[in-house]
């Protein structure tokens, strides 16, 4: 082989390794790009997987909120129940014995025969209403003395009595001493007792102040219908 032969197949040589020195270059940066893109991937996938985690956090924190809301409502709701614990009136709304206290007072005083007590009835229940005619009677050891009080004619209206709220009866009862023994038959009384207009259940108030008459057909307490407050 001539020289001029040598030398180009050593040329073509030298060519063949500078092409695949450059090659192998070539690959080892596209193969540092791959993973540079494979790196970037997945930082962006653990961004939004950690989004996505935060999410489900603050979902999770409201339905507590609401839940802790809750046992509050029940609270006021069981508050509104023992508030109910107070006597009811009845079903028409109308003021009930049971929600009712019952005092005599001195009135206007007495005078030409008579006296002029008060009987007070006080709510101490709910609002209720109330109107009309209390019944009345003297008694004495638990049984009623005589007749029953006789209706005298006066304004009657319905009254709404709140909680602690008033209303009064005026009453004449004339002095047993006053009337004829025959006609009397003159008995101490211990006790007033009263109904409460449309009820059938009475109140009893202790009092030794008045003498009734046994003698059943000889009238002697007179009532008046119930104003609003106590009459002083």
């Not at 989004?51 to 909120?65: L, R």
């Not at 319905?158 to 004339?174: F, N, P, V």
Request: charged fraction near 10%.
């Amino acid at each position: 082989m001539g020289k001029a032969e040598k030398s180009k197949n050593s040329r073509t040589t030298r060519s063949s390794r500078a092409m695949v020195h450059h090659s192998g270059r070539g690959f080892r940066a596209f193969a540092a790009i791959v993973t540079t893109l494979a790196i970037g991937w997945a930082l962006v996938g653990c961004g939004s997987s950690e989004s996505a985690d935060s999410t489900a956090t603050s979902g999770e924190g409201n339905p507590s909120t609401t839940a802790s809301s809750s046992p509050d409502s029940d609270s006021s709701s069981a508050s509104g129940t023992s508030s109910t614990s107070s006597p009811a009136t009845t079903a028409d709304g109308t003021c009930a014995t049971s929600q009712l206290t019952a005092t005599v007072s001195t009135g206007s005083g007495g005078g030409a025969g008579s006296l002029y007590p008060y009987i007070v009835l006080t709510n101490h229940g709910s609002a209720c209403a109330i109107g009309g005619y209390p019944g009345v009677s003297l008694a004495a050891s638990g049984k009623q003395i005589g007749a029953a009080a006789v209706r005298e004619s006066g304004s009657s209206t319905t009254l709404t009595l709140q909680r602690g709220q008033s209303a009064y009866s005026a009453l004449q009862i004339t002095q047993a001493a006053n009337l004829s023994e025959s006609a009397c038959k003159p008995t101490q009384a211990d006790s007033v007792v009263i109904y409460p207009p449309n009820q059938k259940t009475s109140i009893s108030v202790a009092n030794k102040d008045f003498t009734g008459c046994a003698n059943a057909g000889t009238a002697i307490v007179r009532v008046k219908p119930l104003q609003a407050g106590t009459g002083q």
